[in-house]
């Protein structure tokens, strides 16, 4: 029996506070008076621009007394000028904070236009990796609240935003503590008439970032764990978010799974990302469906070096063999009931198309922390594997 929505019900303060449970984003406008929201610009994408739960939250505001003007020239894997053209519509309206309404793609967009805010003259100053922005770098910087309509990249609980730079053709990170939101909704009702297929993708992209924040090197064991029970609760509930739409349960739950992806992706991500970036970068494939046909093969290469970790995971998982080749018929198995495809060569890819990517892929800076080292053609032998589908004999 399906336990009762109602029961899941809680307000976290890692490492941001969230109000999570079913219909608790009539709690928005109390939620921007509590971020000293008083004119919030709402960003978010064409698609739910027109969709009634967006009207009804911008109503619910107005009702109270917080006009929220929306910006929606967002498109899938946002650049720089979308942000850019979202800051001008924030500073054109006088507006004094943000909501990131929708997936990834009007999340992300909305931090950056946080990170404009502070006046910061290069934005790419702000990549991954490169030295520690300092406290008073967020000066200026607006208060954001997520509230996500997919359970997938868990971007609401994260300072770091994936932005596609068209003039390099690649997707580049940028991490600076302005654009951590100070405050998430997760309401199952806003994600329950996403389509199967983005269920499906959304779900597949929580699933590895949980798994490769669980498998990256470095000692965090607060982020081991959330990426475990993660990957738990992807594997108990995907499935059924995907069949029966409306179920409130599955859709919880799998918010979840995308929260905890979120907060464990401070561990690290590692190849996975590191391979579908170009992908994303380069084409409309959705990012999360790219993720879901790279992992296996992925993890194949990783194998040396995780398999010992992978077995843990699959005791906690409860599989029948803890090891490693129990997980990954797991992972494929869930692959199949979904209806993802087993290789590249499904989503149109052939082996020109993806020689021209290993380049992007090895100056990608989620490279540096797959467990096991990636070389030119390591990238180019989990591609060509990726292609083909050859997983071992296992497929």
């Known amino acids: 029996m399906d336990q009762d929505v109602n029961a899941l019900r809680a307000e976290w303060e890692q490492p941001i506070h969230i109000r999570f449970g079913a219909g608790r984003t009539a709690e928005l406008p109390a939620l921007c008076r509590a971020q000293a929201m008083r004119r919030p610009l709402l960003v978010t994408d064409p698609g739910v621009a027109g969709l009634s739960i967006l009207r009804e939250a911008v109503a619910s505001c107005a009702g109270q007394g917080i006009p929220v003007a929306v910006f929606s020239d967002t498109r899938s894997n946002p650049t720089l000028a979308h942000a850019e053209a979202g800051f001008a519509a924030f500073m054109a309206g006088g507006h004094d904070g943000l909501i990131a309404f929708g997936g990834g793609t009007a999340i992300e967009t909305a931090k950056v236009i946080g990170l404009l805010a502070t006046g910061i003259a290069d934005p790419w100053s702000s990549e991954f990796g490169r030295e520690q922005q300092s406290p008073d770098s967020t000066s200026g910087a607006p208060p954001i609240i997520a509230v996500p309509t997919t359970a997938g990249s868990g971007a609401e609980v994260r300072s770091i935003a994936m932005i596609t730079d068209p003039a390099e053709r690649r997707r580049r990170v940028l991490d600076h503590p302005a654009m951590l939101p100070g405050a998430a909704i997760l309401d199952p009702v806003l994600t329950i008439n996403l389509p199967p297929a983005l269920t499906a993708a959304t779900g597949m992209n929580a699933l590895a970032h949980n798994l490769e924040a669980f498998c990256a090197p470095g000692f965090d064991p607060m982020a081991e764990s959330n990426a475990a029970e993660g ?16 179920n409130l349960s599955a859709r919880a739950h799998m918010l979840a799974a995308a929260m905890l992806g979120g907060t464990a992706f401070r561990r690290g991500l590692g ?16 990012h999360g469906l790219a993720t879901a046909v790279l992992t296996p093969y992925v993890l194949i290469h990783n194998r040396p070096v995780i398999a010992d970790r992978i077995g843990r995971l699959a005791a906690y998982l409860g599989l029948d063999h803890p090891d490693f080749d129990s997980f990954l018929h797991c992972l494929l198995s869930l692959r199949l009931e979904l209806g993802i495809p087993h290789s590249l060569r499904a989503l149109g890819f052939d082996g020109d198309r993806l020689r021209a990517m290993v380049d992007m892929a090895l100056a990608d800076p989620f490279r540096g922390t797959n467990p096991r080292p990636l070389e030119r053609e390591d990238i180019a032998g989990i591609y060509d594997r990726a292609l083909t589908g050859d997983v071992g004999g296992q497929g």
């Open 231 to 246: 990957i738990r609760l992807v594997r108990a509930n995907l499935p059924t978010a995907v069949r029966e739409g409306h």
């Open 271 to 286: 190849a996975i990302q590191a391979l579908t970036d170009p992908i994303a970068a380069t084409t409309r494939i959705h």
